[in-house]
């Protein structure tokens, strides 16, 4: 019986030969394709480099912490640090903010001056109160920082754009740190970290 | 024979012929490709102004739009009080040459409708960008959760066992429906008593949003009683101290309170002057008792009852803005259905009290709740029991250090908590640590002191490490 089945298996092997013969033949094909296309320089798609974020290119409608309608556009000529947060974050936003306030007092110590956006992440819960509140609570009042609250897609887009990576759990954002600095031409030039202090030029 | 030698001669030719056509493709292609190579710079180059001219020109739509803006007769587009002040500073500090340090008189003479088209058109490009993004991103749900792994003399959940742990893996899944319309998974991959690993879908919620303050939830959620069981959920990573307080613990972790409905939530909050209200009215399937824990009766009940319940909360502003105070009260029958038949049944009635001050600084909450029973078939009447909680947490930095008392009072005539395996009454001390590893981890040191006080009388300590992440 097992000689029985050897046989079989064999001529069963046998009857399989010719297509595999002729697999071998297309094999050799691909492959002498695969070396065409990789003789080729011109083949593979130039790597494209995405386009810096520009805050010219960001959504620009938006309402400060007073109620007010902000346009993102009357920001240029001026370098504008951006941010975001959302308002009851107890444990990140407080080591962004801290980050934000030196980076104001290095501002002032070198007699120049940036524009300070933090842009909410949960426009469901925070709104222009919840803002006011935050900046009073927190002494964050001076005339360059901007709380602005937009609509859930300007944000979600904006974020997209901007790198910035949140994700919500209930009411709590899942979000981390990042800091970026955009020069008077609305150029992103800087990117960090505020918890680790990281700097990474664009 | 014949035939083995053709199988390797034909081969041997077509190799032979694949790397001459090789040779000859890589040839062609590399004399090909030098001259190319000056073409697609050249395109390059091209490629590059282009970009360049596209940006120059996107400058002088938004400044020929800014100084229109703050013409007089072309006022329509509002700007901040900061920002009107900042235009002119604009064009001071362009460099001469450039769109921004165009004259504002040749900006006023341009007409308004050339500036509303203009702001028209961008509104459209903006518009269409957006979708366009939004249609890559809805391509894919995200995949979220959290995960922890401890160590300790005993379970954080089953004190029964010690050394190492797994305490759960979470996924928690919110895909994009629309604009109003939200949904909400949480499934849970965690150790139950008997240490084997099972999976749980913890909350699978539909809702639809009708404005910011109403929200309405059909599914399985979290029972909006009190503040822990809503603020913190199965993600412990979020969480400042290592486990819940025992009795609102899940119900398959020893809770004793129905951490869990299946029904119909609605929820949201308004604003009254600068404080919030935030309420929430719930109806589900009531719960019932079975292998001496409570169940939520995902599939529903065969009698028809129901829990209902409400919760009302303020949050505050000004001087107390962090505190949030609220009441918060629910009816469910449950049945044993441990017991022989007819199953016993009685009314839970809970009426609950909380605050939490949540601020930059501090971490405290503090809940109590009375249970108000009835026995329904036992004819042992009526009976009050009660359990309550203060945690207070100060964040330092990376480090937050806590302290927790807790105490149950469970009358034990009382069916709802005789039946229930952690239905005796107790108190725990608790001191912990956490420690920020990262964003995205931390690590959480408690020692806790439980006395068990009626049931069975006895005390055991507890040192607990727990390593928690997100993901």
Known sequence: ?202 | MGTTTSRRVTPGRAWAGVLLAACLGHTLVTYAAAGDSDRIAALEHKLDQSLQLIRQLSARVHDLEAQVAQAPPAAAKPTSPGAAAAAPATAAAAPPGTPAATQPGAAAATAPDTAQRLARVEQTVTEMAASAGQHAEDLGMPMHGFADVGVGNHNAEFHQYQGADVGELDFFLTPRLGSRTRALFELNFEVGSDGAVGVDLERAQIGYQFSDSATVWLGRFHTPYGYYNTAFHHGQQIATSLRRPRFIEFEDHGGIMPAHTVGAWLTGSQRVGDDKVTYDVFIGNSQRIQGGILDMNNAGNTHGSTIVGGNLGMLMSGALDGLKVGVDVFQTRILDEDAPSPAPATRVRSYGVYAAYDTDAWEDIAEFHVFDNDDLTGHTGTHRSDAGFVQMGYRAGRYTPYARYERGAFQQSDHFFAAQINGESYYRTALGLRFDVDLVSSLKLELADTHLTDRVTGSYDEALLQYAIRF
Request: proline share 4%; aromatic share 10%.
């Open chain 1, 1 to 202: 019986m097992q000689t029985g089945h050897r046989g079989s298996f064999d001529t069963h092997c046998r009857r399989w030969r010719r297509p595999r013969k002729r697999l071998r033949s297309a094999g050799s094909l691909l492959v002498a394709l695969q070396l065409l296309i990789a003789a080729l320089p011109g083949v593979w798609p130039t790597r494209v480099w995405a386009s810096a974020p520009q805050l010219a290119g960001l959504p620009a409608a938006w309402r400060d912490d007073r109620g007010q309608p902000f346009d993102l556009r009357t920001m240029r000529g001026h370098a504008v640090v951006l941010t975001m947060a959302y308002a009851t974050c107890h444990r990140v936003c407080p080591v962004t903010m801290r980050r934000l306030q030196q980076m104001q007092r290095e501002f002032d110590r070198r007699g120049t001056s940036a524009e300070f956006l933090v842009i909410g992440y949960d426009p469901d819960h925070d709104d222009a109160q919840a803002w006011r509140q935050y900046r009073e609570t927190r002494h964050l009042m001076r005339d360059n920082w901007h709380f602005l609250i937009g609509t859930r897609t300007a944000v979600e887009q904006t974020a997209r754009q901007l790198g910035f990576e949140f994700w919500k759990y209930d009411e709590h954002v899942m979000h981390d740190t990042r800091i970026l600095y955009f020069d008077e031409r609305g150029r992103l030039v800087e990117t960090r970290q505020a918890a680790g202090y990281e700097t990474t030029p664009r």
